[in-house]
């Protein structure tokens, strides 16, 4: 082995690996599943584990190199994708889909503002309510840096057949209503 070069953890090899996670079967009975099945979803699991992790180094990278907050960028993402829809945003828009308070946005916009990263003007329907806006140069900056390389993940999507995209789809549905935290207990502060 070179220098520098170091062998593989056997651990971290096998974190996605449901026989090594649960060797008594405590959590998932596989007693019905061939092992090849097993292998190939320890497989699917560490793939969707590597995806995360490439999601979040790229979330850290923009972040840093817009000098803003996974908060303000969700902010900017939204903004952007009003003004191509041609849809005015209030502050009220933007509370709910970031989930957040109206104190909270208001803060929000006061930095973004201060940043030079959007504007707020009169409603043009309701002179009671303020419009923002993303600054052209905050939204190009963004499209040509994280929008450029969120890009990337259309050309795997479109190397799908249809049939393929839908079972994709479906899984990802299955696997996101199987993780939800709607009815658990622990989740909730409930006693365990």
Do not use: C
Not at 30 to 56: K, W
């Amino acid at each position: 082995m070179a220098a520098g070069e170091t062998e593989p953890d056997p651990v971290s090899e096998s974190l996605y690996e449901v026989d090594a996670t649960d060797p008594l079967q405590r959590l998932v009975d596989r007693s019905e599943v061939p092992s090849e099945d097993v292998a190939q979803i320890g497989r699917l699991m560490r793939a969707l584990s590597d995806l995360r992790t490439a999601e979040q180094r790229l979330s850290e990278a923009s972040q840093q190199y817009m000098k803003l907050s996974q908060l303000d960028m969700g902010a900017i993402h939204y903004l952007i994708v009003a003004e191509n829809r041609g849809a005015t945003v209030t502050p009220g828009m933007l509370a709910a889909s970031l989930e957040i308070s109206a104190a909270s946005t208001t803060k929000l916009l006061n930095r973004l503002e201060q940043g030079g990263h959007v504007t707020r003007e009169v409603h043009p329907a309701d002179r009671r309510a303020f419009a923002v806006r993303v600054t052209p140069e905050t939204a190009e900056a963004a499209m040509e840096t994280v929008g450029r390389q969120q890009a990337k993940r259309f050309h795997s999507a479109a190397a799908l057949s249809a049939r393929e995209r839908e079972v994709v789809i479906g899984f990802l549905q299955d696997m996101t209503q199987q993780l939800s935290l709607d009815d658990v207990a622990w989740a909730k502060g409930e006693g365990a």
